[in-house]
């Protein structure tokens, strides 16, 4: 079965490997295979470290686990911007884990969150264009293509992303 909980400083290692992994199945072609290969690891567990050492109070990031086996992780940034709302981040969810639920679950807990917490937010993401099962899976579960823009990834300063918005997070629940 299962359980999700709130990731502390001791997933640090778990979240920036999958992170990797994630990149590495998904952004090929887009990131280069130097950076993916060599320097993601690395570059990723120095970003989740300075993320859990600093911790912006408006982090809220989830994990996944079925029997001490870390399978997923969402990380929201609560009151990101003032008129899309909370940025969904990260949500990444193992290979060997994949179309059980688990992301969908992860963006349920974040809902959840917010209706604990009586916030009233939209919740966005982008989403790299090239994307398709990433798309078409925010869009199952009610997220709305609003914008086509580009964005900066490590050594690309341009590629193109979707904004996904959920007006009404409730949807997810």
Same mark, same amino acid.
């Given at each position: &079965? ?13 979240? #920036? ?16 295979? *130097? ?19 600093? *911790? ?14 870390? /399978?997923?992780?969402? /990380?929201?940034?609560?009151? *990101?911007?003032?008129?899309?709302? #909370? ?7 193992? #290979? ?10 992860? &963006? ?10 009586? &916030?009233?937010?939209? +919740?966005? +993401? ?24 580009? /964005? ?9 992303? *979707? ?11």
């Amino acid at each position: &079965m299962i359980q999700y909980r709130f990731a502390t400083k001791k997933d640090t290692a778990q979240i #920036a490997h999958l992170h990797t992994q994630s990149w590495q199945q998904n952004y090929r072609g887009v990131l280069s295979d *130097h950076y993916l290969d060599v320097e993601a690891a690395s570059e990723r567990l120095d970003i989740w470290t300075k993320r859990f050492t600093d *911790h912006p109070t408006n982090q809220l990031i989830i994990v996944a686990e079925e029997k001490g086996i870390f /399978c997923g992780f969402a /990380c929201t940034y609560l009151n *990101h911007d003032p008129k899309w709302g #909370a940025l969904l981040d990260n949500l990444h969810v193992s #290979a060997n884990f994949q179309s059980r639920g688990i992301g969908r679950a992860l &963006m349920q807990q974040t809902a959840q969150y917010f209706k604990d917490e009586n &916030m009233k937010t939209n +919740l966005y +993401l982008w989403v790299l264009e090239n994307n398709d099962r990433a798309i078409a899976f925010y869009e199952r579960i009610g997220g709305k293509k609003v914008e086509l823009s580009t /964005c900066k990834l490590p050594g690309i300063d341009h590629v193109s992303a *979707h904004r996904i918005v959920w007006e009404n997070v409730d949807v997810l629940l």
